[in-house]
């Protein structure tokens, strides 16, 4: 069965850094593209950045460019959120998400999903 499980979220002051982790199990994770979301109280879910199944096409939205960096590690069947910079209003539940084909913003095309992990950033 198909499993993503999220870690490394918690409370952090502005300006600050935390890396997300997204672990996959009952399945090889090289095969899917793996997205990364998140949703706050009163919000839609909301694409964050997404990186193909090789790591060779990865793509930002314009809210996070410059501070968040994905990364994975097939060998370690794991996807990385890095988010530096941090500010009040990336606070939400963050989310990894795998979809066998492209990348996508669209969390609508991804069928797979972790419970989530809760982001704070407040000082």
């Known amino acids: 069965q198909l499993q993503l499980v999220e870690s490394g979220g918690g409370l952090v002051q502005p300006g600050g850094s935390l890396r997300l982790s997204c672990a996959a199990s009952?399945?090889?994770?090289?095969?899917?593209?793996i997205g990364w979301f998140r949703q706050a109280p009163g919000k839609e879910r909301e694409g964050l950045s997404c990186?193909?199944?090789?790591?060779?096409?990865?793509n930002y939205v314009d809210s996070v460019k410059g501070r968040f960096t994905i990364s994975r590690d097939n060998a370690k069947n794991t996807v990385y959120l890095q988010m530096n910079s941090l500010k009040p209003e990336d606070t939400a539940i963050y989310y990894c998400?795998?979809?066998?084909?492209?990348?996508?913003?669209?969390?609508?095309?991804?069928?797979?999903w972790g419970q989530g992990t809760q982001v704070t950033v407040s000082s």
């Open positions: 998400a795998a979809r066998e084909r492209v990348c996508s913003g669209l969390p609508e095309l991804f069928g797979s």
């Open positions: 009952g399945f090889t994770l090289n095969y899917y593209a």
């Open positions: 990186i193909s199944r090789r790591g060779g096409s990865i």
